[in-house]
């Protein structure tokens, strides 16, 4: 293991190798969110943004406090270029960062885009290195010394961004660390490329490679197990303070880790703050799958508009004695309210909830015979009971219980 230097290029003063980590003191701290949306976001398979739908997302993100942005991709060429040209010169209070391979042509794609922040990429993997650009680590540590040193001589912020990093060997990752930090990058971006970490795995390569550098260390979570917000949780844990996202989780393949779930599970369950304004999650959220063509799914966590609807009895009955029962997260938190809607899973406190805020009262035996109608019906049409309908139910409980009645009179004679 590379011993720790003893300042980085900012000046901080070494500090001593941690022997638990700041939340694992229980102390409360600022993670900042890089967002990733208009980069790998836009990765994902089909979606492509217009120059003004871009610019109007990073004007969503700088209004919910997003710190950062990695805002495109320079070499991919004169729109795009002058798209973070024009994201740049809106100066909205964010940091715009292009992102690059670790190459000189993708550098100077940046210088025209107007960005002052760059991330230089290098695939850190011997598997990327050999497979995809046929070099080594000796090559990939003198082009990210060659490549860094250039971009801080042209006056970028450097931020180091080590591709496939959760395959690669941890021994290098440090020695990339030290690589960057003497040639003057102010971060290292450790991405789990495939998605193939799991929290534990997660956790021990931050907390390795934050032990051996004083570089900042950002994670870039994919989701291909389902797993991109749970590893930025344990990333974050492990000692990252950056944590790259993006809006719902948008990006290559699976996404990546939704920066409205890494904010918010920070806030309620690591002690960490972001600074990110909840109410505008739902907006930002809405903004972009309309940009991307791709509609919120109703049960998307913080986000979707079903998750903080409730259907079940045994929920809905607890949640009108105490709503602590069955909620943990506030809506109100989030600019959103609790709904409780009918259906197969109700029970008669609900009816009885539902009628009342119609004006109605039943007993029990009424109460029940409208459930009924309410089960059937939302078995038939996979819907919801609507107030009207529930209303129509009522009122034929009356006629059906006078034809009930004259049956077993009927029957009775
Ligand atoms: C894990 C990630 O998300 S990485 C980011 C992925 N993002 C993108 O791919 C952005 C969109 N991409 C593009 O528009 C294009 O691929 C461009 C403009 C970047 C490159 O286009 P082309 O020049 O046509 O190259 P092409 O796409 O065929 O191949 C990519 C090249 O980048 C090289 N490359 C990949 N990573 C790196 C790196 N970190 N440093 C240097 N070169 C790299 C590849 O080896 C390949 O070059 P080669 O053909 O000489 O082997
Ligand atoms: O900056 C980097 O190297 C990370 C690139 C990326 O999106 C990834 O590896 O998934």
Same mark, same amino acid.
């Given at each position: 293991?590379?011993?720790? =230097?003893?300042?980085?290029?900012?000046?901080?003063?070494?500090?001593?190798?941690?022997?638990?980590?700041?939340?694992? +003191?229980?102390?409360?701290?600022?993670?900042?969110?890089?967002?990733?949306?208009?980069?790998?976001?836009?990765?994902?398979?089909?979606?492509?943004?217009?120059?003004?739908?871009?610019?109007?997302?990073?004007?969503?993100?700088?209004?919910?406090?997003?710190?950062?942005?990695?805002?495109?991709?320079?070499?991919?060429?004169?729109?795009?270029?002058?798209?973070?040209?024009?994201? #740049?010169?809106?100066?909205?209070?964010?940091?715009?960062?292009?992102?690059?391979?670790?190459?000189?042509?993708?550098?100077?794609?940046?210088?025209?885009?107007?960005?002052?922040? *760059?991330?230089?990429?290098?695939?850190?993997?011997?598997?990327?290195?050999?497979?995809?650009?046929?070099?080594?680590?000796?090559?990939?540590?003198?082009?990210?010394?060659?490549?860094?040193?250039?971009?801080?001589?042209?006056?970028?912020?450097?931020?180091?961004?080590?591709?496939?990093?959760?395959?690669?060997?941890?021994?290098? +990752?440090?020695?990339? /660390?030290? /690589?960057?930090?003497?040639?003057?990058?102010?971060?290292?971006?450790?991405?789990?490329?495939?998605?193939?970490?799991?929290?534990? =795995?997660?956790?021990?390569?931050?907390?390795?490679?934050? %032990?051996?550098?004083?570089?900042?260390?950002?994670?870039?979570?994919?989701?291909?197990?389902?797993?991109?917000?749970? %590893?930025?949780?344990?990333? *974050?844990?492990?000692?990252? @303070?950056?944590?790259?996202?993006?809006?719902?989780?948008?990006?290559?393949?699976?996404?990546?880790?939704?920066?409205?779930?890494?904010?918010?599970?920070?806030?309620?369950?690591? @002690?960490? !703050?972001?600074?990110?304004?909840?109410?505008?999650?739902?907006?930002?959220?809405?903004?972009?799958?309309?940009?991307?063509?791709?509609?919120? #799914?109703?049960?998307?966590?913080?986000?979707?508009?079903?998750?903080?609807?409730?259907?079940?009895?045994?929920? $809905?009955?607890?949640?009108?004695?105490?709503?602590?029962?069955?909620?943990? +997260?506030?809506?109100?938190?989030?600019?959103?309210?609790? @709904?409780?809607?009918?259906?197969?899973?109700?029970?008669?406190?609900?009816?009885?909830?539902? +009628?009342?805020?119609?004006?109605?009262?039943?007993?029990?035996?009424?109460?029940?015979?409208?459930?009924?109608?309410?089960?059937?019906?939302?078995?038939?049409?996979?819907?919801?009971?609507?107030?009207? $309908?529930?209303?129509?139910?009522?009122?034929? =409980?009356?006629?059906? !219980?006078?034809? @009930?009645?004259?049956?077993?009179?009927?029957?009775?004679?």
């Amino acid at each position: 293991m590379l011993a720790k =230097s003893p300042s980085n290029s900012s000046g901080r003063s070494q500090r001593p190798a941690p022997s638990a980590t700041a939340l694992e +003191l229980g102390m409360t701290r600022t993670v900042l969110l890089n967002d990733t949306t208009l980069r790998d976001g836009e990765q994902a398979p089909g979606v492509a943004f217009s120059r003004r739908e871009k610019i109007e997302i990073a004007e969503a993100l700088a209004a919910a406090g997003v710190p950062e942005i990695e805002a495109g991709t320079p070499a991919m060429g004169d729109e795009e270029v002058e798209t973070l040209r024009s994201i #740049a010169s809106l100066n909205l209070p964010l940091r715009v960062v292009a992102w690059c391979r670790m190459s000189e042509d993708d550098l100077m794609a940046a210088v025209a885009a107007g960005v002052t922040a *760059v991330n230089l990429s290098i695939p850190s993997s011997d598997r990327q290195l050999k497979g995809k650009l046929g070099r080594d680590r000796d090559w990939a540590l003198g082009t990210l010394r060659r490549v860094v040193g250039l971009a801080r001589q042209l006056g970028f912020s450097v931020a180091v961004g080590c591709e496939d990093a959760s395959r690669a060997d941890q021994e290098f +990752l440090c020695r990339i /660390a030290e /690589a960057a930090r003497e040639a003057g990058a102010f971060r290292l971006r450790l991405a789990d490329t495939l998605g193939v970490l799991d929290p534990f =795995s997660a956790y021990a390569l931050v907390r390795r490679v934050a %032990n051996a550098t004083d570089l900042e260390i950002e994670f870039h979570a994919h989701d291909d197990l389902g797993l991109a917000t749970a %590893n930025t949780l344990a990333a *974050v844990s492990g000692g990252a @303070r950056h944590c790259s996202v993006t809006v719902t989780g948008l990006g290559e393949r699976a996404g990546n880790a939704a920066l409205e779930e890494v904010a918010i599970a920070l806030r309620q369950t690591a @002690r960490a !703050e972001t600074g990110i304004d909840p109410v505008a999650l739902r907006p930002l959220a809405e903004l972009v799958a309309r940009a991307s063509g791709r509609p919120l #799914a109703r049960s998307k966590a913080i986000v979707g508009d079903d998750v903080f609807t409730h259907e079940s009895g045994i929920h $809905v009955s607890g949640l009108l004695k105490d709503r602590a029962t069955y909620e943990a +997260l506030s809506p109100q938190m989030l600019g959103r309210d609790h @709904r409780v809607v009918l259906g197969k899973h109700s029970g008669l406190a609900a009816i009885a909830k539902a +009628l009342a805020d119609e004006g109605l009262a039943v007993d029990e035996a009424r109460g029940r015979a409208i459930l009924a109608r309410v089960r059937e019906f939302a078995t038939r049409t996979k819907q919801s009971v609507s107030p009207e $309908v529930l209303r129509r139910f009522y009122e034929d =409980s009356f006629t059906e !219980e006078a034809l @009930r009645r004259r049956h077993a009179a009927v029957m009775g004679a």
